[in-house]
Structure formats: structure tokens, C-alpha cells
């Protein structure tokens, strides 16, 4: 069951107010500055061992990055993720080179802390982040040919949203988070 509700008071006011947009302002440009700061913010999350399994393709309109990109996007994605002014590839280190060894087991995990770090960092730099999945992940992976061992996980665009957030969120209580992983037959 899904509540609709604000954050309570205490959340940090990056997090309350982090929304993932469907609309991006397409006159607004993300800088080398911006792109460099939130690379930044992704090195510096913590990842097992410190192996940071995570690497990134960028690209913004107008560049060939960003037109290598656009044509794998799904249709329901490209309808707003084209205006954003960076698209984001994420890619982890999985295995090592073109072997079955696994580089890290929490590659993916790591992968996900790099990209909250990035997208709070966003945030705090007055753009908006929007995490997706729906690109065409086979041409993708053709068209970038990540070295041996790297796979594409997701992709992010980053902008200047077009509007604000939503009145409200709905999200799942606490309750639920500390009690769906469980089997309701534990006493």
C-alpha cells in the first residue's frame, strides 16, 4: 500500500525535495563545471574495498556522445529525457576483463551509491536527476562497446527541470520497509 504524503520534518531538504522530472527545460545547459562537480560526487562514494566498480558515458545535445545515445532510447524515455542537458550512461565493472570472475560482488550496489551521490549533487546545484531503464540495452551495448568485464546498467538524465515537483509523494510507510521482506507466518 502506497501512502500519499510529504516528508517529514528532519529529512535534509536535498532529500525532500529530490524529484525525478518528466519534463526538462531544453534551453538549460549543463557545463563542464556542473558535469565535472557531479563525476566528483560520484568518485567519492564508498564502494566495497574501494574497488569503485562504476564508470560513466556522458553526452550533451549537441555533441556526437549525445547522438550516439538518443537513438537507443525508448520512445516512453525519449518523450522527455531528449530536453535534459546531459545524458548519463552508467556502466559497472562486474567481472574481471572477459573472464566469469567476478570483479566485485556488490558492483551493481556500488554502482547505485555513485549515482545517489550524483544525483543529490544535482540537486544541491539546482538541477534534477531522472534514473531510467527504458533504452534498448542490446544496441546500447553494441554502439558503446564497453571493454570486457563493464555492462550497462541504467541510464540518468540531468537537467533543469521544467516545472516543480509534485504535490506530495507517495511512498511506503516505514512500517512496511522494516516489515515486507519478512513472511507473515514468523510469529
Known sequence: M??????????????????????FDPSAVVDDHAVG???EAARWAPSAGN???WGFFIGRPGEAEHDRVLPHLAPSSARWATD?????????????????????????YDLGQAIAHMTVQAQAMGLAAHQFRAFD??????ELDPNPGWVIVSMVAVGK???????????????HLRS????HARP
Not at 84 to 108: I, K, M, N, P
Not at 180 to 183: I, N
Request: no cysteine.
Open 2 to 23: 502506497q501512502h500519499h504524503q510529504e516528508p517529514p520534518s528532519g529529512i535534509h531538504p536535498l532529500l525532500a525535495n529530490r524529484f525525478s522530472p518528466y519534463r
Open 37 to 39: 562537480l557531479l563525476l
Open 51 to 53: 574497488s569503485q566498480p
Open 84 to 108: 535534459a542537458g546531459l545524458l548519463v550512461v552508467t556502466l559497472t565493472r562486474r567481472h574481471v576483463d572477459d573472464t566469469q570472475l567476478l570483479y566485485s560482488e556488490f558492483a551493481d
Open 137 to 142: 540495452m542490446e544496441g546500447l551495448t553494441k
Open 161 to 175: 527541470a521544467a516545472g516543480g515537483p509534485p504535490e506530495g509523494r507517495d511512498r511506503r510507510s516505514v512500517a
Open 180 to 183: 515486507a521482506p519478512w513472511s
